[in-house]
């Protein structure tokens, strides 16, 4: 009885799948428009399941009604009244005069449909393609040719500042989830014929559309290929967001650095476009991303060029000191209390003895359990609602810690460290290169922990010559460090005054490097664009 269960089980599961490979393998079927008006809706109807939200118009054009007619959207990807005045009155009105329907349709595709996009498609399922994607389609009655109308329109969040990142100098104004919306804003931007905007659309289900963007002249031609190349290489369902995309076209997927950079606000997008990076961006989120990328552009931010240069470099300085802190302060108490007190004063390793007197935990588990306390808090306080998120994780620290030191669990020392150690992790302004800082604070804790300062060493030694070797889109990740770029290093740890950085990143673009020049020698610009061109062909 259970054998013949479980063989018919697993007939009705192959037959599911076999259901489902054919219905797959049917959606990309080409498939001729017919002749016949009612063949072309039910081919359509059919394709969506003849679902609620597909409207189907059925309408009389030409000298007498004598033409007849459908258009057919989706509602709520639609403008209606655009779909109403530009496309529905062109064609029940404006076409009284005509008798037959090649001229109908001929009309109404050189003018009488007032839109900026109108497409003649003969295609069945390019014709559902472009409902689906928000165009309306409209049908004559025995001519086997339909038009694609752009008349897209839904409801969209208007730009407003980022919530992830932070603006303390410069717009307010941030990316948002309409491509159109954004692309747009790097147009007033860059009011420049210059700026490219290739689309694309990924996904075989979604199609999301896909928006790289760059500077001809600027950005080197090998990089703007390579991004198409890997782009065009995906082959998956969906694409959802813009974090997806960059696990599919990253260099070191399993890197803890990350080698795309992604940001919500459009000066940054700008600044990178202008030094030769190309920007990517997504239909549906409002983060976009920059290749190539290196360590030391994820340490730095819009605003340190918005403020004076002695401003900036300081700001930097103290981020590069705060990524040290984060990534090596718990392993540094741990191999000094553990192997190596006679580097610390006799003073300060009494009192840390004494602090420890009672502490059941030797350093390295006192140091990890406080260290997963304080990643568990913090990602509660993310998860939390927006209002009582911050004051949970206020409470929970302050609460937490207390009891924690009165238990005798852990030594106050250690909750300084811990939270010292979050605060500097807190000021790196790249979230994902914080994210791999917090993953290799743990590995560096268990070398400290074994091998002490040596560990350290050894473990340090290792991650530069990682970070040397790697890669983003052909660009060394540590220029210009290593390799030593000495024009470029006035704009890598340090930020030197705008009059000295005249010259764009090298390692990013071989011609056209001039960014700042005298006004004798400006008006050479169409001249350089034109050595640009024929170094990119």
Not at 149 to 164: D, F, H, I, L, M
Request: charged share 20%; aromatic share 6%.
């Amino acid at each position: 009885m259970l054998s013949r269960l479980a063989r018919k089980i697993m007939r009705a599961i192959a037959g599911d799948r076999q259901r489902g490979k054919n219905i797959i393998s049917s959606e990309g079927d080409s498939a001729q428009l017919s002749s016949d008006l009612e063949n072309n809706i039910a081919y359509i109807v059919k394709a969506f399941g003849s679902s609620s939200d597909l409207v189907v118009r059925r309408l009389r054009a030409g000298k007498g009604g004598s033409v007849s007619a459908a258009v057919i959207h989706l509602d709520g990807l639609v403008d209606g009244l655009l779909v109403a005045q530009s496309v529905v009155r062109s064609i029940t009105v404006m076409t009284e005069s005509l008798d037959s329907p090649e001229s109908v349709l001929d009309e109404l595709h050189d003018g009488l449909i007032s839109v900026t996009g109108v497409d003649k498609v003969v295609d069945g399922y390019e014709a559902t393609l472009r409902i689906a994607e928000g165009s309306c389609v409209v049908l004559i009655d025995s001519l086997p040719t339909a038009l694609a109308c752009a008349v897209q329109g839904w409801e969209q969040r208007s730009p407003e500042e980022p919530n992830t990142e932070a603006t303390v100098r410069g717009s307010k104004e941030g990316f948002v989830e309409s491509i159109r919306v954004n692309t747009s804003i790097l147009r007033r931007r860059i009011a420049h014929p210059r700026l490219r905007i290739e689309e694309c659309r990924l996904g075989r289900l979604t199609r999301t559309s896909v928006v790289i963007a760059y500077v001809q002249g600027i950005a080197r031609p090998s990089i703007i290929q390579e991004v198409r190349s890997r782009l065009a290489a995906i082959d998956i369902d969906s694409i959802q967001e813009s974090g997806q995309l960059e696990e599919l076209i990253e260099d070191a997927p399993f890197s803890p650095f990350p080698t795309i950079a992604r940001t919500e606000r459009p000066d940054r997008i700008v600044g990178a476009l202008l030094e030769g990076r190309v920007a990517i961006l997504l239909d549906g989120t409002p983060f976009a991303l920059i290749v190539p990328v290196t360590l030391t552009m994820l340490l730095s931010t819009p605003e340190d060029y918005f403020e004076r240069f002695y401003a900036g470099t300081l700001i930097r300085l103290i981020r590069v000191l705060s990524v040290f802190v984060s990534l090596l302060m718990p392993s540094f108490y741990v191999a000094v209390t553990t192997y190596h007190q006679e580097m610390l004063p006799t003073s300060l390793i009494l009192s840390i003895a004494a602090q420890r007197e009672g502490v059941p935990f030797p350093a390295f588990l006192e140091a990890f359990i406080m260290e997963v306390m304080f990643e568990l808090i913090r990602e509660a306080g993310i998860r939390l609602p927006r209002v009582i998120g911050p004051a949970i994780s206020i409470v929970g620290v302050l609460v937490l810690g207390d009891a924690a030191i009165r238990a005798g669990l852990v030594s106050p020392i250690m909750v300084m460290v811990v939270a010292a150690t979050g605060i500097a992790s807190l000021a790196t302004p790249a979230f994902s290169l914080a994210i791999g800082i917090r993953v290799l604070r743990f590995a560096f804790l268990f070398l400290a922990a074994f091998l002490g300062f040596f560990g350290i060493a050894i473990g340090a030694l290792a991650l530069f010559a990682y970070l040397t070797s790697l890669e983003s889109f052909g660009v060394p990740y540590m220029s210009p460090i290593a390799p030593v770029i000495d024009a470029g290093l006035r704009d890598a740890i340090l930020r030197v005054p705008w009059r000295a950085m005249k010259e764009r990143p090298e390692w990013l673009t071989w011609y056209n490097q001039t960014r700042m020049d005298s006004a004798a020698n400006h008006k050479d610009e169409h001249s350089t664009f034109r050595e640009g061109r024929r170094k990119e062909q």
